[in-house]
């Protein structure tokens, strides 16, 4: 099956009891998420400051970019542009931070990351302050903002800090409802996100719990373990996989840090085969996190994480590169079929 046909076709939830308790929640049918996340973010960010006089919004003058114009318009008191200046940003959201404050910080996920490293690692997580960091346009969603734009490194970066919260979104009401749950948490949170819109996949009042995944689809072969884009994918592929006899498991990790050990070791002892798919790097990020816990749990379980093989970015369609990078459903039916050893 072609690409294209991935994309093009329904894939509903097999009747199964499994899905009983979560059929109102879990609602993915392969349709994209109506609302575009910049709007999703720029209308919960006023409505999270709007409640709370203590939320400050700062932006590296990307505030057009992410929907939040109109409210820093609006509401200078609460929100500041500092201008491409990410070190400088995330220093002013530290110090507001030490002085009770309950800084979001946004821009684009390179600048979010590596260009601001030493200020996030030393004045808001060695320091012990607490600051919500967005970093927009994940892997291969920069599209046309090419390779210089394109981080494919941000998780693994923000993993090595101390105490820190990794999370990539995998659709608007996972946005949503974890903007309002970070305001209250201490320490250093990065989340990753597109500013475009990825596959429906839950319902506006499904409850999420931070440092714990969503099983999405019930399986006994194998398990994919999969967070932002790579979770509509991975739900493309599993429907394909089930047609050929391989029945998946498929698991939203969108808690990249502190990791949901436990559900990962039930995968491994109840399926006995992970492939792992991200957008992002191999090196560091959900794969590795994942690897390491079925490794130190001694289960007897195949592995293989699928990603970015330690190649920088580059530019074009997001389509196209999700092909070039191979980060589509065929290319995990593919890696499923060898993992398990599969005929096609």
Known sequence: MSDESFQTEIFPHPPSPFFKEYKKMIIYDGTPDKEPYKNVFGRVMEAIAKEDADVIYLDADLM???????????????????????????GIAAGLSAA??????????????????????????????????????????????????????DMALLRAVPHSTVIEISDGAMLESLMKQLKDRPGLSYVRLTRKAYDKVYSAD??????????LRDGADLTIIACGLMVGEAMKAAAELERSGMKTRVVDMFTVKPLDAALVQKCAKETGAILTAENHNVIGGLGDAVGAAVLESGIPCKFHKHGVHDEFGSVGPQDYLQSHYRLTAAALVEEARRLLHFPA
């Open 206 to 215: 499904h409850e999420f719990s931070i440092g714990k995944g969503e099983i």
């Open 64 to 90: 057009n970019s992410i929907g939040t114009h109109k409210f820093w318009k609006n509401n200078r008191a609460q929100a500041i542009n500092c201008g491409i200046a990410e070190a400088d940003m995330v």
């Open 100 to 153: 009770g404050r309950k800084p979001y910080i946004h821009t684009f996920g390179p600048f979010a990351s590596r260009r601001c490293f030493d200020q996030l690692f030393l004045s808001v997580g060695y320091a012990g302050n607490s600051v919500r960091v967005f970093g927009s346009d994940a892997g291969v969603t920069a599209a046309f903002n090419g390779g210089t734009h394109m981080p494919f490194e």
